[in-house]
């Protein structure tokens, strides 16, 4: 099974930093990859999927970029409300989550 | 737009099983991948499983191989998920998924509320 490894596990940041997060599949994927925003107590919402495509209605400030083994997740200027979790996913017929990447304010 | 609504919430003990449902709507339920996802307290998303129902296509992870059982009704567009041999690691909140892609696997685009399923006796 592909094994997907994000960086870093936790990240401190502040109100207008932009940040990036990567993720390394342990095989080529093309471009099969999405990127997941997690508040607590909420589902899961989808912000890019096939790496690169924002989904409709996402702000504009989140961008992913990367194909094969490596990709990131840039968010350009964080507001208050980004300060959750993240996961980058792997989706084919078995797909696969990152371990997360929980974003802290500084 | 597509909406899932899960059944409540589930208390169980060890050795039982528990049968979560996810209702669909507004959209053509059997042409898109259902999939099952988990997370436990305190860890990360955890994929279990899913079908595509127009294909007659189900996957599982390998560790709930045996163990979970994803089902569909397409005459209520329902999802079920069913684990058995409940243990108390399987604690965790159950969201269905639904992906953006006609018969095919890809990225979920829509997900349940979650269903918060403890085992405990």
């Known amino acids: 099974a592909i094994q997907l490894t994000q960086s870093p596990s936790s990240l401190s940041a502040s109100v207008g930093d932009r940040v990036t997060i990567t993720c390394r599949a342990s095989?080529?994927?093309?471009?099969?990859l999405a990127w997941y925003q997690h508040k607590p107590g909420k589902a899961p919402k989808l912000l890019i999927f096939?790496?690169?495509n924002l989904k409709s209605g996402v702000p504009s400030r989140f961008s992913g970029s990367g194909s094969g083994t490596d990709f990131t997740l840039t968010i350009s200027s964080l507001q208050p409300e980004d300060f959750v979790t993240y996961y980058c996913?792997?989706?084919?017929?078995?797909?696969?989550f990152g371990q997360g990447t929980r974003l802290e304010i500084k | 737009q597509v909406q899932l609504v899960q059944s409540g919430a589930e208390v169980k003990t060890p050795g039982s099983s528990v049968k979560v449902s996810c209702k669909a709507s507004?959209?053509?339920?059997?042409?898109?991948?259902i999939n099952w996802v988990r997370q436990a307290p305190g860890q990360g998303l955890e994929w279990m499983g899913g079908?595509?129902?127009?294909?007659?296509?189900?996957n599982y992870a390998q560790r709930f191989q045996g163990r979970v059982t994803i089902s569909t009704d397409e005459s209520t567009s329902t999802a079920y998920m069913e684990l058995s041999s409940l243990r108390s690691e399987d604690t965790a909140v159950y969201y269905c998924?639904?992906?953006?892609?006609?018969?095919?696997?890809?990225?979920?685009?829509?997900w349940g509320q979650g269903t918060v399923v403890t085992v405990s006796s």
């Open positions: 998924a639904t992906t953006m892609t006609q018969k095919t696997w890809g990225a979920f685009d829509a």
């Open positions: 507004g959209r053509f339920f059997i042409s898109y991948a």
């Open positions: 079908v595509i129902p127009i294909l007659y296509t189900s």
């Open positions: 095989q080529g994927i093309s471009s099969a």
């Open positions: 096939d790496a690169s």
């Open positions: 996913q792997h989706f084919n017929s078995y797909p696969t």
